[in-house]
C-alpha cells in the first residue's frame, strides 16, 4: 500500500536527514518507528502523511505515485491518513469537540452523524465532561486525547502517531494502545514512532528503525504476537 | 440551529460566534477592515452620487437651451447714444415679426419688461426707474425653434441686421459648451474617483486577507494536512469578509446617505437659481441602495482570489 524507494529528505541546503531510505507497508500492518532522537522520525512522518515531499526518490501511496497528484488527489489521500502530530497541534480557538470534529466537516459529513461518533469518540477517551473546553485549559495528556481521537475520527486507512503516548500514565496509555490494536484489527494500516522500549517489547510489532539517516526492518516477535492474539 | 439565531448570527449581533476552522473573528485586523469599508462606502456613494447628479443637471441645461436663442435689441445706438423706451420697443416689434415669419422658428416672443427687470434685478437692484431714464432696459426677444430644425444663425442674423446694426443673435451656443465642458470634467473625475476608491478597497481588502493569512499559516496548513481542500478553506474567508465587508458598506452607505440629504437640503437653501433641483433619476437612487450589495460582493469576490492565490504557493 505504501512505497518508499531511494528516498532522500534534507531541509534546505542543511544534510540529508534521510539518505536512501526503502522500505514498504501492506495494509493492515502495523509498525513502530524507532531511533535516537533526531533520528528523523518525525521528518519521516511528515513524509508519509504528504506534508512535504522528499529530495529524491519515489513515494507510492495507495497505488499511486505521490509526485503526480494534483491538488485535489493530494488532498483526497490525506484525508485516508490520520496523524498525532508530536506536538499535537491543536486549534485553541475551538473546543475538543470541535478540534475532533474538524476531519469529518472537512470531509464533508452530515452534523447529526458527527455529533454522534464526536461524542461517543470523546467519551470513549475519557473527554466527555472537558468536549466544550478549549484545549490550552486541558492538561498535556488531555490535550494529547483529543489528538488522537482527531486522527481516528475519520477511520483513517493510514494512521500515523508521533510520541502517542508520551504525556499519558500507564493505563491511558494502554487504553490507546488497546485502541490502535482495535483500528488496525479492522483494516487500518498503522506507524507508531515512539522511544518507549517496554512498550514495543510488549507489542511485537515489527520496527522501523532510524539511525543516522537510514531506516533498517526489524522483523516483530510472532511468538508474542500470538500470546497477545487472546488479549486484544 | 433556529431561524433566528441564524440570522442574529449572519448579522454579527448574536452572543455566540459562528464557528469557523480558523479563529478569523479573533484576529485583530476585523476592525480596521470594518472601518475601511464603512469609509470607503461613505467615499463611494459621494462621488457616484456626484457623478449622477452632474449628468443629470447637464442633461437638463442643455435640453432647455438647445432649442432656444435669445434676440437682444440693446438700448443704445452705434454712437452709444441711450436711446429711448420707446425706440426700443418699436425695434423689438420689428424682429419679432421677422423671427415670428421665419419658416424654422416656432415662436418668437418679446419678454415683458417686468420680466428684464426681474432678471437684471441681482445685478442692479430692485427699483431700477425706467422712466427717469438712469438704466435704459435692452429688448429681448425668446425664440422657441421648430423641433428637428437646423437653423442657417447667420442668414437669421443678417436679416435681423436690417433692423438695427446693434441687434445681436445669442445662440447661447458658445455657454452651453463651455459649461459642458466643464460640467463633462466634472462628471469625469467624479467617476475616475469612484472607480479609484473602488479600487483602493480591493487592495486594502487583499492586504487584509493576506496578512491574516500570514498570521494562521499554521493553521492554514494543519487544514491542508487534513484533507481540506483550497475551496473550502476560501469558504471560510468568503464568509468572514462577507459579513464585515456588509457591516461596513451598511454603516457607510447610511452615513453617506445622511450627508447627502444633508448637502442636499443645504443647497435648497441657499437657491442657486442656476443649479436645477439636486436630483437623482430611479435607476439612479436604484443604483445607490445597491452599493453595499455590490461592495460586499466585491470584497468577498476579492477575498476568494487572494486565497486561492495564496493557498497554491502553500504545500
Ligand atoms: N523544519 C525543519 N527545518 C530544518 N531542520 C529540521 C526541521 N525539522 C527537523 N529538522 C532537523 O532534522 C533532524 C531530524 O529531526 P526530527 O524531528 O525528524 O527527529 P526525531 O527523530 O523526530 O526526533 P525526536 O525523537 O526528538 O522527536 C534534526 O536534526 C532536526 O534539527
Ligand atoms: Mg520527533
Redesign the pocket.
Known amino acids: 500500500m505504501i512505497k518508499f524507494e531511494h528516498i532522500g529528505l534534507r531541509?534546505?541546503i542543511?544534510p540529508e536527514?534521510l539518505s536512501d531510505v526503502n522500505f514498504s507497508l501492506d495494509p493492515g500492518s502495523f509498525h513502530f518507528l524507532s531511533?535516537?532522537?533526531?533520528?528523523?522520525?518525525?521528518?519521516?512522518m511528515s513524509l508519509l502523511y504528504l506534508g512535504r515531499r522528499p529530495t529524491r526518490g519515489l513515494i507510492t501511496m495507495f497505488g499511486q505515485n505521490t509526485g503526480g497528484l494534483t491538488r485535489e488527489q493530494l488532498a483526497a489521500q490525506r484525508q485516508r491518513i490520520g496523524v498525532v502530530f508530536?506536538d499535537f497541534r491543536l486549534l485553541n480557538h475551538m473546543s475538543a469537540f470541535d478540534n475532533v470534529a474538524l476531519p469529518l466537516r472537512i470531509a464533508g459529513k452530515n452534523e447529526k452523524e458527527i455529533q454522534g461518533n464526536v461524542n461517543e469518540l470523546l467519551d470513549w477517551v475519557g473527554l466527555g465532561e472537558a468536549k466544550r473546553s478549549l484545549p490550552n485549559t486541558l492538561s498535556g495528556g488531555e490535550q494529547q486525547r483529543i489528538a488522537i481521537a482527531r486522527a481516528v475520527i475519520t477511520r483513517p486507512r493510514l494512521l500515523l502517531a508521533?510520541?502517542p503516548t508520551g504525556n499519558l500514565d500507564d493505563e491511558i496509555g494502554m487504553r490507546l494502545m488497546n485502541l490502535f490494536e482495535q483500528l488496525n484489527k479492522m483494516g487500518t494500516t498503522i506507524v507508531i514512532?515512539t522511544?518507549n522500549q517496554a512498550m514495543m517489547d510488549s507489542f511485537g510489532h515489527p520496527r522501523l528503525v532510524?539511525d543516522k539517516g537510514r531506516l533498517s526492518v526489524e522483523e516483530g516477535s510472532t511468538e508474542l504476537r500470538k500470546k497477545l492474539q487472546g488479549v486484544f | 440551529m433556529s431561524k433566528k439565531v441564524k440570522k442574529e448570527k449572519s448579522l454579527g449581533t448574536a452572543q455566540k460566534k459562528r464557528r469557523y476552522d480558523l479563529p478569523l473573528n479573533e484576529s485583530s485586523g476585523s476592525g480596521f477592515l470594518r472601518l475601511l469599508i464603512a469609509l470607503m462606502s461613505i467615499l463611494t456613494i459621494l462621488a457616484l452620487t456626484t457623478g449622477f447628479v452632474l449628468s443629470d443637471m447637464t442633461g437638463r441645461w442643455a435640453a432647455g437651451v438647445q432649442n432656444h436663442m435669445t434676440v437682444e435689441i440693446p438700448a443704445e445706438d452705434k454712437n452709444g447714444n441711450v436711446l429711448p423706451g420707446e425706440n426700443v420697443r418699436a425695434l423689438s416689434q420689428k424682429a419679432q415679426e421677422i423671427a415670428a415669419a421665419h419658416e424654422d422658428i416656432e415662436s418668437a416672443e418679446i419678454l415683458p419688461e417686468e420680466k428684464i427687470k426681474e432678471m437684471v434685478a441681482p445685478w442692479l437692484g430692485e427699483d431700477i426707474s425706467t422712466s427717469g431714464n438712469a438704466v435704459p432696459l435692452p429688448g429681448l426677444i425668446s425664440i422657441k425653434l421648430k423641433a428637428g430644425a437646423e437653423i442657417n444663425t447667420e442668414a437669421f442674423q443678417k436679416q435681423l441686421k436690417t433692423v438695427s446694426p446693434m441687434i445681436r443673435l445669442d445662440t447661447h451656443e458658445s455657454w452651453l459648451s463651455t459649461v459642458l465642458r466643464f460640467t463633462g470634467a466634472l462628471k469625469f473625475a467624479a467617476y475616475f474617483i469612484t472607480l479609484t476608491i473602488l479600487i483602493t478597497t480591493i487592495v486594502a481588502v487583499a492586504g487584509a486577507i493576506r496578512s491574516k493569512m500570514a498570521i494562521h499559516k499554521d493553521e492554514l496548513e494543519l487544514l491542508h494536512l487534513m484533507g481540506a481542500l483550497d475551496s473550502y478553506i476560501a469558504r471560510q474567508f468568503q464568509r468572514h469578509s462577507m459579513i464585515l465587508a456588509f457591516q461596513g458598506a451598511a454603516i457607510g452607505c447610511f452615513i453617506g446617505g445622511i450627508i447627502l440629504l444633508l448637502s442636499s437640503s443645504m443647497a435648497g437653501h441657499m437657491e442657486i437659481s442656476i443649479v436645477p433641483e439636486f436630483q437623482m433619476n430611479p435607476p439612479q437612487i436604484g443604483l445607490l441602495c445597491l452599493l453595499p450589495f455590490f461592495i460586499s460582493l466585491l470584497a468577498v469576490g476579492t477575498a476568494r482570489h487572494t486565497v486561492l492565490r495564496v493557498l497554491r504557493e502553500m504545500p
Open positions: 531541509y534546505g542543511g536527514i531511533g535516537p532522537s533526531g533520528a528523523g522520525k518525525t521528518s519521516l508530536q508521533d510520541e514512532a522511544h532510524l
